[in-house]
């Protein structure tokens, strides 16, 4: 099946620093790629959607200057957060999806858990 | 917008069958799908639906009915593994989903 890496696996950094996050399809190309957030024993909130070469597509109510997304190939995107503060600290899980029957499904990444003190 | 329903928490013995329930509203609809995720692990695919009707995966079926924006997850043969929490969501123009708020199913001995 297809494989989605995601790294690092757990970061924890102080407040004001910035975090960048690799999603990697690693057996495919991925034409679409997603970033999620996900509290604890919430669901998953899709922050943006991002096809390669361009700009990604965020969600109401998330800053694009803050997280920013980076789509440069077909096998990585990138979520960067910027100017971190506790409050981002949360699960963030990138997924990917192919084209034809793959973009029936997502395929998720291990997910990074992301701690800001 | 787009809408998901599912129960929050649904208990079973193991060895038995559940459904769980999603009721969606979206427009520009395009498939069902439903994802496991075990705590503190990433969701995993389980199955999609574009058209009317029951597919079967295994002790898994998912199904169906675009007319009623309605589907379930039907899991058999319970076992203690399959406790986790099972999400629903819409495929919409094309590209975008959406995740229902997730069903955590507890399975007891």
């Known amino acids: 099946g297809a494989v989605v890496s995601q790294h690092p696996s757990w970061v924890i950094c102080k407040s004001g620093t910035s975090v960048k996050i690799e999603c990697r399809s690693l057996?495919?190309?991925?034409?679409?790629m997603f970033w999620y957030r996900q509290f604890p024993k919430q669901s998953l909130m899709l922050m943006a959607t991002?096809?390669?070469?361009?700009?990604?597509?965020?969600e109401q109510g998330v800053e694009k200057d803050k997280f920013l997304i980076n789509h440069a190939s077909l096998t990585l995107s990138t979520l960067t957060v910027t100017s971190a503060h506790p409050e981002d600290s949360s699960f963030y899980i990138c997924s990917a999806s192919g084209s034809g029957s793959l973009g029936n499904e997502q395929f998720f990444g291990p997910g990074t858990r992301l701690t800001v003190l | 917008g787009q809408s998901l329903e599912q129960p929050s928490e649904v208990t079973a013995v193991e060895g038995a069958i559940v459904q769980i329930n999603c009721t969606y509203q979206?427009?520009?609809?395009?498939?069902l799908s439903w994802y496991q995720q075990h705590d503190g692990g990433a969701p995993t695919f389980l199955s999609y639906n574009a058209l009317d009707g029951l597919e079967e995966t295994g002790r898994f079926s998912s199904f169906l009915s675009r007319s009623d924006s309605y589907g379930y997850l039907l899991l058999q043969e319970l076992q203690m593994k399959d406790s986790a929490s099972y999400f629903c969501?819409?495929?919409?123009?094309?590209?975008?989903?959406?995740f229902g708020s997730g069903t955590k199913l507890n399975v007891k001995p």
């Open positions: 057996d495919f190309q991925a034409t679409t």
């Open positions: 991002s096809n390669e070469g361009s700009k990604a597509t965020y």
């Open positions: 979206t427009s520009g609809f395009y498939g």
């Open positions: 969501a819409v495929r919409y123009n094309f590209n975008k989903f959406y």
